[in-house]
């Protein structure tokens, strides 16, 4: 899917609308969980075809919106999901705990496996 994409210059990007939905009560907002399991929709499952699931649910889900001052330079906000992962694979394999930055929250977030609130 995302390699046929880039092949013809095309973006592929994720999102999940799905929590609370009375329709799909399975959601929980979790990229890494949606990315999980579009590694395994789409048998995407080879080293380069991880990465660009991963990108899928993170920068191209932020081009897609049009999100200004996004990524790590200086100026852009400063909001960030930090899995306890060494990389892309373990992070999507695992779906580890996470620590959620954010600025506009008064504290910093703990999420365990699956990104719940832990």
């Not at 046929?4 to 973006?11: E, F, K, S, T, Y």
């Not at 395994?40 to 991880?50: D, E, K, L, R």
């Not at 919106?65 to 960030?80: H, P, Q, S, T």
Request: proline fraction near 4%; glycine fraction near 12%.
């Amino acid at each position: 899917m995302c390699e046929l994409a880039a092949d013809r210059g095309l973006m592929v990007d994720m999102h999940c609308d799905e929590s609370d939905d009375p329709w799909y009560s399975f959601g929980s907002h979790d990229m890494l969980e949606v990315a999980h399991m579009g590694l395994h929709v789409a048998q995407m499952t080879g080293t380069g075809q991880i990465r660009q699931m991963f990108d899928a649910g993170t920068v191209n889900g932020a081009k897609a919106l049009g999100l200004k001052d996004y990524g790590l330079e200086r100026g852009c906000r400063a909001n960030l999901v930090i899995p306890h992962a060494k990389d892309v694979h373990e992070a999507l394999r695992l779906k580890p705990a996470r620590l959620v930055c954010d600025p506009w929250e008064k504290d910093h977030r703990q999420h365990g496996a699956g990104g719940q609130p832990g």
